[in-house]
């Protein structure tokens, strides 16, 4: 009896081991995806910490000479993967051969789809426009668009803080609200003007997509003499 009593005792402590080693490995595996799921979430964040630089020349959301031959308005979206292709990947090429060269007065204005988590974005880079940090704070949120809460209030207070905003007048500008009726005007008078997407550009009157922008431009310039 008291052999049986023993092989029971030795069969019990053996599942509790088995047990035991069945727990840990799931939390050993929770651990390791909750994890992982982080450094999805802050991996890039963190390794995208060179300075963003902004333009010579720049005047709030706009860069360049008010008297320039030919004016740009680009009409634009933080949701918009064109318009994040163009501000990363073409803007500084076409501000470096028209703005610079005093061909180009180019101006940003916002529009707006729908007042969901990019009118967060909008209102955030408009408030660094006060500062003089609009083009810094406009490259950092499309660097950033495509990640999970990326237009979240934490996201947001760290990017402007990555541009040297002062943090007292950003975060009084966007509590005050008092940029979101210059998005709500611009993006009216957008509207009215004829601009259904994005990104759009209006060159002296005429409204053309990112793929005519140059040819549009150059045509502006030859009616202007330069």
Do not use: W
Not at 4 to 9: A, D, L, P, V
Not at 29 to 48: C, K, Q
Request: glycine share 6%.
């Amino acid at each position: 009896m008291a052999q049986k009593n023993t092989q029971r005792e030795m069969l019990r402590a053996q599942r509790e081991k088995e047990s035991k080693k069945r727990l840990s490995a799931l939390l050993i595996g929770a651990l390791v995806l909750v994890a992982a799921v982080l450094l999805i979430y802050f991996l890039p964040r963190l390794l995208n910490t060179s300075k963003v630089e902004g333009y010579a020349n720049q005047n709030g959301r706009s860069v360049g000479d008010p008297n320039a031959p030919v004016m740009v308005i680009e009409y634009s979206n933080f949701g918009c993967s064109h318009c994040r292709t163009f501000a990363l990947e073409k803007e500084a090429q076409f501000i470096k051969d028209y703005v610079d060269t005093g061909k180009v007065y180019f101006t940003y204005s916002v529009y707006q789809f729908s007042e969901d988590a990019t009118l967060k974005a909008a209102e955030a880079a408009y408030c660094a426009g006060e500062q003089n940090r609009f083009f810094e704070m406009q490259k950092t949120l499309f660097e950033n668009a495509t990640y999970s809460g990326a237009f979240a209030d934490s996201s947001i207070s760290s990017y402007a803080k990555k541009v040297g905003l002062n943090m007292s007048q950003f975060n009084q500008c966007l509590d005050s609200d008092s940029e979101l009726a210059s998005i709500r005007t611009e993006t009216a008078g957008a509207k009215s003007l004829g601009v259904t997407g994005t990104p759009m550009f209006n060159v002296n009157g005429k409204l053309v997509y990112s793929n005519q922008l140059d040819e549009t431009v150059l045509a502006a310039l030859a009616a202007a003499g330069k």
